[in-house]
């Protein structure tokens, strides 16, 4: 299985960060950030963005929106400037702004959107990267309100890039928010597909649609890199892991990882 690079860059202690967008950046390989999300927004550059298997010419000023585990990459041809907002699912988890939430599911529908303006969005972005910088008995408060603002501008300024994100995208990435947040995997399609209230049919055309695989293969990918991480970090046996992951037994565990990673988990474990 192949296996797409994953970037992290927030720290693991931290459920939101504000940055400039890198001036250096020109072209990046494919890759993914699996523990949060990104607001990029653009002032300047040109160029192309690819999110997932669609390619967005940079037209500033634009905001990209890119979703926990999407895939993508750039490709800018002139000096960007700009800023980057990332946030951890748990930050939304603590905020007391409820509007936060529903204002950022509302922005999480489109990929990309050419803003009419740039100063005003620009303004909020500074100053949420200087109050993040400061710490006061106020401070979860104002950037709070600083995201609601900037989040409720953005949707207000905003015109549609393109299309937006179907419902079937949305199931797609539904499944791999219910995939990463398992902690007893089955290996059962019609499992999650019952919890997402979905025939197993529709689960797989979504996964394939938007993501180019199967629901099992989506399933696997989850199933193999938890397999993985309890081979690295813990002791328990090949028949503990495989009880873990809820296979009817070791043997059939064994045969499984064989087949999708190419060796079997005990000679995986050994090589780490």
Known sequence: MNNIFIKNKIESNKAIKIATFKKDIRKTSPHKHNS?????????????HYIDSLRYEIRTPVVFIVLKEQVHF?????????YVLIIKKEYIDQVSDGGIKRLLNALSVHPALQLKQSKSISAIFELLLSDSQEYSSFSSTILEGLIKVLLAKLLDDGSQYLEKRKPDSNLYYQ??????QEKNFRNNVNYYASQLNVSSQNLNYACRK?????????????????????????????????????FSDSSHFVKYFKKVFGITPQIFRNSQ
């Open 175 to 180: 499944f791999r928010e219910l995939l990463s």
């Open 36 to 48: 949060y999300f990104e607001i990029i927004y653009l002032s300047s550059g040109t160029g192309f």
């Open 74 to 82: 750039w490709e800018l041809s002139t000096e960007p400037e700009g």
């Open 210 to 246: 938007f993501g180019n695989v199967s629901a099992s293969a989506v399933l696997s990918e989850f199933i193999i890199n938890e397999s993985k991480r309890l081979l690295i970090y813990t002791d328990r046996s090949i028949k503990e892991i495989s009880m873990i992951l809820n």
